[in-house]
């Protein structure tokens, strides 16, 4: 399969799973706090994390990179969507709450990726 078709095959099921995600949390959680867009990102680092860990083991493969890693994953999580969210906090006047978001979606995304390739690792 050519390599922008993996891709956009892989990002149109990781931005159907981030919209889904998105709504789930927002009806379980309000809309006080951006919770989908912390929890994809946060699932989506592990989930990098195994991806890499599982790659490396296989001595890497592209298409599956390019399906899961650039397409799934790249569509899942969302950097831009995160940075609105700050923007969004701080206009309300919510400073401690966006800096915390901050935190916890940079340092918690990195120790989730870690955390993957920990995993993964360990069937090794």
Do not use: C, H, K
């Not at 397409?71 to 831009?80: A, D, I, K, P």
């Not at 995304?109 to 360990?122: P, W």
Request: proline share 4%; net charge positive; aromatic share 10%.
């Amino acid at each position: 399969m050519p390599p922008l078709v993996l891709v956009m095959l892989g990002g149109a099921i990781g931005s159907g799973a981030r919209y889904w995600t998105g709504r789930w949390m927002l009806a379980r959680l309000g809309p006080d706090f951006p919770y989908g867009t912390l929890t994809v990102n946060l699932v989506g680092g592990f989930a990098m994390g195994v991806l890499a860990g599982l790659l490396a083991r296989m001595g890497g493969n592209e298409p599956w990179r390019l399906l899961l890693g650039v397409g799934v994953l790249g569509g899942y999580t969302t950097f831009s969507s995160f940075s609105l969210d700050v923007v969004t906090l701080a206009e309300r006047g919510q400073m401690l709450t966006a800096l915390g978001y901050v935190l916890l979606s940079v340092i918690g995304a990195i120790l989730a990726l870690f955390a993957g390739l920990l995993v993964t690792r360990s069937f090794a």
